[in-house]
């Protein structure tokens, strides 16, 4: 049995792919605050975005830190772009250890008037990309002795959300669980290991652009902590699924969401009434 190393950043000697490492707004998204905290603990990161200015930006607050990051403008959802990730990771930095599939966008629709464009883009943009970016991302883990792939579901894939239903979102984050027990079972023997984080309502750009004050007020009341959750919570969260410390942690959904999973309605519904 080795022991791990003490007072060594957590993720060195690693490489790490990071798709969304931008943000869809000012402010700290999940895939930012990774690669900001991935960087800080001793990775080389690969910031994927295919908004380059805004990966751009997440790629300045680690050069300012000290750490090593760089820019690659790619769309997830196309096959030759997720190639060339998987080859960027060996051009630049001589390996891939991580990939932290963590674009996803949202789209509209409940059970009668959902459009098929807008279906398939959600799909494409939250399911496919990671089944693209995971098939040219393995051979080179391989290469590497191993690796951890981290795939961002949401607590929209496991129950029905509040608020205005979203079929294709919840169908697409439910179909990452599926999909990452299946790599995980047939990963496994390769030494690359695949696990979910589903988060509940976090505060991010994504959301935060659009948001009532009360609708916030709401998300937060929602979950047993009673606390407003943001990027970092998941970014940590990360960390530990993307470390050697997890090296025994494979196939598993992570929550990640103050609680609101174990917590039926009614155990929510005065508290969130009465504001407490
Ligand atoms: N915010 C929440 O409450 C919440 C809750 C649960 C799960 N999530 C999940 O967390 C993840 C990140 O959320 P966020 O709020 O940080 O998002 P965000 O919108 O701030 O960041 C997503 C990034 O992905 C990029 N992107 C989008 N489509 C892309 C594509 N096809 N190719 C390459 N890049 C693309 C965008 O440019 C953006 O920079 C998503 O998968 C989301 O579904 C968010």
Redesign the pocket.
Known sequence: MTLMPTGRPRLAGKVAVI??A????PGL???KAASILFAREGAQVLL????AQ?AAETEAVIREEGGTASVLA????LASDCAAIADAAIARYGGLHILFN?????GPGGPTDVEESVWDNVLD??LK?MMLTTKYAVPKMIDAGGGSIIN?S??AGVRAGSGAASLPYSASKAGVIGMSETMAVHLGRDNVRVNVIA?G??Y????GGTMEPQTRERRRKAGPLGVEGN?WDIAYAALFLASDESRWVSGIVLPVDAGLLAATPLAMYTRIREGE
């Open positions: 798709t969304g931008g943000s869809s707004g998204g999940t895939g994927v975005d295919r908004n805004a790619a769309d997830v959802t963590n674009v996803g966008i949202t943009v939250n990309s961002m949401s607590i988060p309502h976090i991010t750009p994504m959301v990027a």
